[in-house]
């Protein structure tokens, strides 16, 4: 467990369960979510139950072994430690719904003061989601627990299939203190663009990697920057680097003052996924002045409006990459636009202060 070092022993204590906070270790946007909320909520004090594969963990029968020995100590603390507020945080793919399922009933059964945070993702908005997936969701959310979730997108499409009622919208935020004092020079003609993530299919790499091909055969000055952990491998890493030469940098696992360089030297925020909740990536970058172009899946219209402060793709679509970038590429002062509306956006609607505060109120209105 990880504990967040507060000075006041008596402040109530909540339980958040999220992957791992390792940012080496673990690239998640839950992870990034739940950083920010123990970095900034000074109110409470935290203790991490970690739930989740890091990125570089064996599955198999390994990870079946984990998650046994995770559901016995799960168990064992709500038996014990019924003070805390319990903050489970919930994403949608196959894998997690069933597994959470287990663990949020046994907190529900004893009657612990819980609420589900919702991150949006694969299952979501699928209308072919498998019968025991539909059944699971249908049953977490008619618990008498709050639920909490990114957008009102979301919160509307639960409402509608699942008939919720104690449903909160709390949307991702990111610490904007380092982006207050930037503000983005667009000077160059070359295109310097970043795709920030976990690498692997269902981000749309196969697509980009068709679009990236024809740019360069098009002879377009840009840069690809590849920023965070491939999946099984390096597979695609090497098969961008192949294809694009001195054309794509991958920069690994960024934190601190090298991911806000890359921010600051990037002018593209490329993300062709195919399903998605609300990418804290985006957010972080949109706040620096970079121009989103990204699918509408997910929670993203929330804060990307189309050919206004970025561009959207369609899904599964390698003409539509070549096209937006083939746009911004030679339309600077299109570029310009966009990256004031980007970051205006974000400073506008995303106030940390303002997210603290709705969190405290949902902690209080547990007792």
């Known amino acids: 467990m990880y504990r967040c070092q507060l000075a006041d022993n008596e402040m109530r204590k909540v339980l958040i369960v999220a992957p791992s906070l390792d940012v080496e270790k ?8 739940v950083n920010f909320i123990i970095a900034n909520n000074r109110e409470y004090e935290y203790v991490h139950f970690m739930q989740g594969k890091s990125d570089n963990e064996k599955g198999g029968l390994e990870r079946v072994k984990r998650l046994l020995k995770n559901y016995r100590r799960w168990t064992a603390l709500m038996k014990t430690s019924d003070d805390f507020i319990i903050h489970y945080s919930f994403p949608l793919d196959a894998f997690s719904v069933i597994r959470d399922y287990f663990f949020m009933r046994a907190a529900y059964r004893l009657d612990r003061k819980m609420l589900v945070h919702v ?7 699928r209308e072919d989601k498998p019968f025991i997936i539909q059944w699971l969701l ?3 959310f008619s618990w008498e627990v709050p639920i909490v979730v990114l957008s009102e997108k979301e919160k509307q499409h639960i409402q509608q299939n699942y008939h919720t009622k104690n449903i909160t919208v709390l949307p991702n935020t990111v610490d904007l203190s ?6 983005k020079e667009i000077s160059s003609n070359k295109l310097d663009i970043l795709y920030l993530g976990r690498i692997e299919p269902n981000k749309g790499m196969d697509y980009l990697l068709d679009a990236m091909k024809s740019l360069k055969e098009k002879h377009m000055d840009f840069t690809l920057h590849f920023a965070g952990a491939e999946q099984g491998g390096t597979e695609y890493v090497e098969k961008f680097s192949h294809l694009l030469g001195n054309q794509f940098v991958y920069e690994g696992v960024v934190m601190g003052e090298k991911k806000t360089a890359l921010f600051k030297q990037c002018q593209v925020f490329i993300l062709p996924s195919l399903f998605e909740g609300l990418p804290v990536s985006l957010l972080e970058c949109m706040s620096f002045g970079l121009v989103p172009v990204v699918t509408n899946v997910g ?3 929330e804060y990307v409006k189309d050919k206004e402060n970025g561009l959207f793709l369609k899904v599964k679509d390698v003409n539509s990459i070549i096209q937006a970038l083939d746009i911004l590429s ?3 002062s299109m570029v310009k636009k966009m990256s004031v509306a980007a970051r205006q956006t974000i400073f506008e609607q995303l106030r940390p202060e303002a997210y603290v505060s709705k969190l405290n109120n949902l902690y209080a209105g547990l007792g």
């Open 178 to 183: 380092v982006a207050a004092s930037y503000h």
């Open 138 to 140: 249908n049953k977490v």
């Open 299 to 301: 929670s993203i219209s």
């Open 119 to 125: 991150h949006g993702g694969l299952y979501l908005f």
């Open 330 to 332: 030679n339309d600077k």
């Open 26 to 33: 673990n690239v998640s946007g839950i992870s990034a979510v």
